[in-house]
């Protein structure tokens, strides 16, 4: 997994130290992502299937996707698709992905980069893997990451952020043995690039075998961790997490994970995202590809799309 790594991970900015009396999060639980076919046909993980949304606020919706190694010829997208209530996050781990939308965004991601786009009060765009890489084939990793928008920026005019993997902040665990990357909010002093709308912490991290992470978490923030490879534990009572699996915290002050000293040879290391942000705590109406707060939102949105509201497929990007 190559994203974003660097020669001396002691040369980074430690992770602060948890206070005295800082309370480690509990697992409240552990659930196994399903897997499943997004777009033309590309493998996901469902990672927040069978969790309930009121755990997951202010986020909807995570797919890992991949881990695949393709064929020439095999690599495949999505067709063009609307969006509106919410914003996307596409984050590549291994190989490229291409994005165009209806506002005029879009560019290449690979090795750590990431776009964000907010598609507010509505948007069309299409994902694609590049013609280079359909041509060559290729190992393919990444997530996205669905994050709800509230009610008063339900309509907010869409935006794309083109997050470059050197962007990201950068931290070390005390001992080197973990390496952090804040892709938005922040950890101690570390902010991320990404900007938004609701108060969020994401961040990807990389555990070498044996070692521990402990970040500090903001009280009023929920809590998540999802295990992207590798395998180890989560929280302080040491709940067991591997490849494909959630773990939802309960209510505390840092975030603790441990990397097994003993790594399978195809995941040499544990590879986790942690995120959480503020409850919205507001209904969400949610079908396809549309995140409201009241059916008939969702009804007006399909209205607005097929009379061609949400935007038109530029003839040149």
Not at 117 to 136: F, K, N, Q, R
Not at 165 to 177: N, T
Not at 282 to 309: C, H, I, K, L, T
Request: proline share 9%; no cysteine; glycine share 12%.
């Amino acid at each position: 997994m190559p994203a974003v790594t660097v020669d001396d991970v002691l040369s980074l900015p430690r992770v602060p130290a948890p206070a005295l009396a800082a309370i480690d999060r509990p697992v409240r639980s552990v659930t196994t992502s399903p897997r499943g076919f997004e777009g033309e046909g590309f493998p996901v993980r469902r990672a927040f299937a069978g969790v309930d949304l009121a755990d997951l606020d202010p986020f909807v919706h995570l797919d890992q996707m991949g881990e695949v190694e393709y064929a020439p010829g095999e690599p495949k997208g999505t067709a063009w698709h609307p969006h509106r209530g919410f914003e996307t996050v596409t984050y590549m781990i291994d190989g490229e992905m291409a994005h165009q939308d209806s506002n005029g965004g879009g560019g290449l991601i690979t090795n750590g980069d990431t776009q964000w786009m907010t598609a507010g009060s509505g948007i069309l765009h299409i994902e694609t893997p590049p013609e280079a890489l359909v041509m060559s084939g290729g190992l393919f990793h990444g997530f996205q990451l669905w994050v709800n928008l509230p009610r008063d920026n339900k309509m907010a005019p869409p935006r794309y952020q083109d997050i470059r993997g050197a962007k990201v902040g950068l931290l070390s665990s005390a001992d080197g043995g973990a390496l952090v990357r804040v892709i938005a909010g922040s950890l101690g002093d570390v902010a991320g690039p990404g900007s938004t709308y609701t108060p969020i912490t994401l961040a990807h991290a990389t555990l070498q075998p044996g070692a521990s992470l402990t970040l500090p978490w903001r009280p009023d923030f929920n809590a998540l961790v999802y295990a992207l490879s590798g395998s180890g534990t989560v929280g302080g009572e040491g709940r067991p997490l591997r490849s494909g699996q959630l773990a939802v915290l309960g209510a505390g002050d840092t975030v603790t994970v441990l990397a097994d000293a003993s790594q399978d040879s195809r995941s040499p290391e544990l590879e986790v995202l942690v995120l959480g942000g503020r409850p919205i705590r507001e209904p969400v109406a949610w079908y396809g590809p549309f995140v409201m707060n009241e059916e008939s939102e969702v009804r007006q949105a399909f209205a607005d799309f097929q009379a061609g509201r949400l935007g038109t497929v530029p003839a040149q990007h």
